[in-house]
Structures are given as C-alpha cells and as structure tokens.
C-alpha cells in the first residue's frame, strides 16, 4: 500500500524533532527530497490539480484558486474551494474539470483501488478524485451519493460548518482508518490535511497555534501509521505539502489598488475581473492590456508578472505564462505575484511578502519560500538514511507512484517518476543538477526568473525583480 499525505502549507525547512518529531524521525530514516517544487501559482487547489494529474497547470486547467467562467458568472470568479461549482464547470463548455488523465483513473484503469481524505475545503478534496473512481471523505461531504449516505449513517452525521481543524482531520483520519481502508483494500490511499495551513495563516508561521497545530498533525499521522504499518506488508510513504509560506509584511489589496488607478470601476465591476492570481480582462477592457501591465510592472509592490504567451510581445518587461508552466484557455491575460523579501517573521522564519490585510501569512506568490514544498519518502522500495537535492516536484508525484506500482505513466505527465528516491535506482549524487534563467524580452532588466534542472526538467525556484 502507498500511503499518500499533505500536510497543507508545511514548509520543509519546519520539518524539525521540536515541531514534527515523528515526521523528522521519520524522514531520517527514508529520503528528505531537499529540492522539491510546488507548482505556481502557490495555492492549494492548483497544486491539488498537478498532484492528480502529475501535469503543470497549462494541461490540467485548474490554473488558479479561482476561475473566472463566464458560462457560470459573467460577473465574478468562481472558487474552487467549492466542488458544486467545479462539477458546474466540468458540466460547461468550459469543462472537463482537470484536462489531463488522473492518478484514480489511471489505477482504476490498471485495475487497482484508490481511496482519498481531505479535512480542507471540500473542492480540494474533490480535485484528489474528481472522476470519483474510488470512494472519498471529505468533513462536510462525501463521495459517490451511496458512500455519503453510508458515512452519515455510520457516524450518524458529517460535520458542522463550525467544527474545528482537528475534529476535521480526526473525522477524516477515522472514516480511512476504520472503514475505507478496510473495506476497500487499497492500494493507494490519498490523505490530504488542512494544517499547518490554516493555523499559518490566521496567527503566522511557527506561532503558538501553528506550533500545536504541527504537533497535533505529526501526532495523527504517527497513529494512523503505526496502525497500517501493523498490518500492511509493504507499506510506502510520501509525505508532502502542496506549498510553502510567506509572513505578510505591508498590506496591499490588487482589486483596490486597480479601482484607485482607474484600471477598474469599481468592486462589483466587470472591465478586469480579479481571481486569486490572476486578471480577466473582459471584451470592453482588453484594448488597455499593455498599458495595465506597464502601470503593473511599475508598481514596487509587484513582485512577477506574466501575460498570456501571445501577448507577451505587446507587453515588454512581462514573462510569458509558459515560463511558469501556465497559460491556458481558462487563464486569465495577466497573473501576478506580490513582491517578496528575505526579511524574517517574528518568529524567524525568513520570507516576508505584500499580502491582502487581516492575516499573518500566506501563499501563492513565486518566492522561493512558498515554491519550495516538502517531499519525505519512506517504506518498501525506497532508499533509507539519504537526503536527495536532486531538483524535483510535486508533478513527479503521481509518476512515482504509478512506478512503484509497476504501472506505466501515461506519456501525458509532466512530471517524472522519481527513481533516484528508489531502493534500485541510481545514486541521487550521480544526477547532473544545473540552474537557468529566463528574462523578458523587450525589458530584460524588469523580471528575471530561476529555475532547476535535472533529468532534462525543469522547476521554477522564484522570481526576482530589477
Ligand atoms: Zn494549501
């Protein structure tokens, strides 16, 4: 069995034996990818999407936090923490949900079973599994209609909108552990928990709560472990987040900051819808394309900016979208990140970032801090005692499972299965790493992006601006 985690939001330089002894223990005893990627934008769902499908965001199609689908709201973005408005969009012409196959279908299709858990939002869990070819337990739903009804008649209900982050994840723990498990007899289980992330958020990265919150995750996992490990032959481990974090310096709001520039009318306007990462310039409004990043780039507070690929020229100082691995037909014409700094939190963790007020800390921008994600690895066939910087990411993931299990990855991924990770595969040292830039064309000064490469693969690291 492949045992599956995210730990949302876990940086891996907080993997520690004061915060996560069992993960630290753990991971001293397997492999401690000290190189891995999470794709950008740095948020949770796309990441959710590129794990399913071991593709960047230009194939799977969920390029953002939030989508604006003008079939669904002409008006405003839709978000993609909520699962009816993703199956609303795989059932429009905007659809199918993620465009690339899935991890679930490929073992269904190879005639084995998945079963998946989440205690985020319930949209995050539906992307694990969105063709729901094995079962799925989310706090607030779950999936097929028959398993739901199963569950609620088991534990009598799911969750109140008001229960916590720990009922969550305990609710979702259980619901594997005492019956998805059993019954199923999988041989991939996906688990996917909504800390650190939340706590990191609301009182900053290594407060008290995100502290306990570290504590309580590593606590859970060591338990559900040593049950499986108790019976499962040969169990394998990942365990990984799906990004990193940055501590929110100065306040900065794009959608207010676009009204008072005169580059939108107003909140509820609909000339440049903002979505998460990303800037939909509506009909009306695309002729001040050029002139909007221009204003952009000029803009201290912006850290990256990348134009859909076909527009790049008309936008000097931009970087294309497919220098992030993004730019699809759902994307919006601009995607930015706020800019970002070394500075240290209160706490010391360094990363500091612009930020939308009224919370600690966040993610999604293309600091090394939030690009850099854990990967620990641990079980039957993998290497033991080893640290690997051989570059990798979160694509690689689903490829490496498939490996594991003998099945081929399909020639769709984008990712690469990780065999340095493997007991038979070759020394990690032994894999050439170099490094690249890329910079505008026009404005070679204005953005510089970096990037890893090993194995012909080639990951983002962050952005820097001139
Ligand atoms: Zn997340």
Redesign the pocket.
Known sequence: MILLVVW??LRPDLVSPEHTPFLARMAAQGVTCSASHAVWPT??RI?AASLSTGCYPAKHGLVDNELYVPALDPRRAISCADWRALQAMADSEAGPLLMAPTLGEILAGAGRRMVSGGS?SPGTTYLTNPTVTGPIVNWAVAWPTGFEAELAERYRRLLREDSDSVARNRYVIGALRDLMIPAQRPDVVTLWLTEP?HAQHHYGLLSDEACQMLRHVDAEIESLHAHLAATEQDLTCFMLS??GFDTIGPAIQMETELIAAGFKTGPASDDVVCAGCSLYLTEGAQGMLPRLAEWLLAQSWVGALFVADELAEACPGALPQSAARGGHRRSGQIMYSYRWTNEPSTTGVPGTIYGSPGMAAT?GSTSPYTLRNTLIAWGAGIKQGIVSEVPCGIVDVAPTVLHLLGIEAPATMDGRGLDELLTDGPDPQSIAVTHTTRRPKGAPQAQVAHYSVAREHSYLDYVTRG
């Open positions: 949302d939001g948020a949770t990441n985020g992330d799906d990004h993610h």
